[in-house]
C-alpha cells in the first residue's frame, strides 16, 4: 500500500477533498457515504470504511 493519500493519488490534490468524511469515519468506525456533486450536473456516490491490516494499523478505504 502506497504511502500517498487518496487525495493525492485519485483527486491529484495537496490537501483533503472539502467533501472528505474520512476523519469522521476513522474516529466512529462507521462507514459513511455521501453524494458528490459533480461540474457536470452529475453526481458520485463515495463511500468511506476503516480497514485495518494484520498488524492493527488504520488503513483508510475509499470506494467511489
Same mark, same amino acid.
Do not use: Q
Given at each position: 500500500?502506497?504511502? %500517498? *493519500?487518496?487525495? =493525492? ?17 476513522? =474516529? *466512529? ?8 456533486? %459533480?461540474?457536470?450536473?452529475?453526481? %458520485? %456516490? ?5 480497514? =485495518?491490516?494484520?498488524? =492493527? !494499523?488504520?488503513?483508510? !478505504?475509499? *470506494? *467511489?
Amino acid at each position: 500500500m502506497s504511502n %500517498l *493519500t487518496c487525495y =493525492e493519488i485519485i483527486a491529484d490534490c495537496a490537501i483533503p477533498c472539502s467533501f472528505c468524511k474520512m476523519p469522521e469515519t476513522a =474516529e *466512529t468506525g462507521t462507514p459513511t457515504t455521501s453524494k458528490v456533486p %459533480l461540474p457536470n450536473d452529475e453526481y %458520485l %456516490l463515495v463511500h468511506w470504511a476503516k480497514v =485495518e491490516s494484520a498488524a =492493527e !494499523r488504520l488503513r483508510s !478505504r475509499v *470506494t *467511489t
